[in-house]
């Protein structure tokens, strides 16, 4: 670190009494959650007909929205965990001034990681996984840069790399609970209720663990970024 600034490690703690108390931050989070289990289903009677063609669009278009959702989430755990009064109206307010530049910052999110894992692809399949896991480590304050930062596009995936760079530590932390959130938590919950479960609700299971964890999530990313951006660590 720089500066001698201070890694906020409670924010993992308090996150979970910011969830339970402003549970309106998992609106979008679930709504994205519903896209995808309705995209789940409707992708396949348009593209097992052309033998899956077309199945890695879907998959790209729910990827956007659950970015876009998770950006609409950090808006609003930014300005909890900055002790605004403050509620889902006015996170909804910023993130639609907001949206052109956060949804630009998704697309560009997914296809760097794209050319990364295609350009390892050309030199072998762990190759493409390692490029493809760095890239996901240097874009990981994207979506913060541009629902917080207000930063568009290339500017918020560039502004993520610099931030990336200069502040190693606070993010592998932030991988790290993101693999453990978004990977780790649907896995072990699903496998331990989902044998019980219908393939039907078996999806929607997931689909509500994913959103409740991205909503968790946004705090340690929010928190990360307002200290990383505004106290001087660029």
């Known amino acids: 670190m720089r500066g ?7 924010i993992y703690g308090r996150a979970f009494a910011y969830l339970a108390a402003h549970p309106s931050i998992l609106a979008f989070p679930l709504l994205a959650a519903v896209v995808d289990i309705l995209f789940a289903q409707w992708s396949g009677f348009v593209t ?9 669009i879907f998959a790209m278009i729910v990827q956007i929205i659950y970015l876009f959702a998770f950006g609409v989430a950090v808006i609003q755990a930014n300005n909890i965990a900055r002790g605004y009064k403050t509620n889902f109206d006015d996170a909804w307010s910023e993130a639609r001034g907001k949206a052109g530049g956060i949804i630009l910052a998704a697309i560009g999110f997914q296809f760097v990681a794209f050319a990364a894992a ?29 629902a917080i930062g207000g930063l568009p596009g ?10 990336v760079r200069a502040n190693v530590f606070p993010c592998m932390l932030l991988a ?12 072990l919950v699903t496998t331990i209720v989902g044998m019980r479960l219908a393939p039907f609700e078996y999806e929607i299971l997931l689909a509500a663990v994913r959103a409740a964890m991205l909503a968790y999530l946004a705090f340690p990313f929010a928190v990360t970024y307002d200290s990383i951006a505004f106290r001087g660590f660029w």
Not at 48 to 56: I, R, V
Not at 181 to 186: A, C, H
Request: glycine share 16%.
């Open 176 to 187: 790290i609970a993101f693999v453990i959130g978004w990977l780790i938590v649907p896995m």
């Open 154 to 163: 290339s500017l918020a995936i560039s502004g993520s790399i610099r931030a």
């Open 4 to 10: 001698g600034q201070r890694i906020d490690f409670g």
């Open 118 to 146: 295609y350009a390892g692809s050309l030199l072998g399949g762990l190759v493409a996984e390692l490029l493809q896991i760095v890239a996901y480590f240097f874009l990981i304050l994207t979506i913060p840069a541009a």
């Open 48 to 56: 097992d007909p052309l033998g899956g063609a077309g199945a890695g």
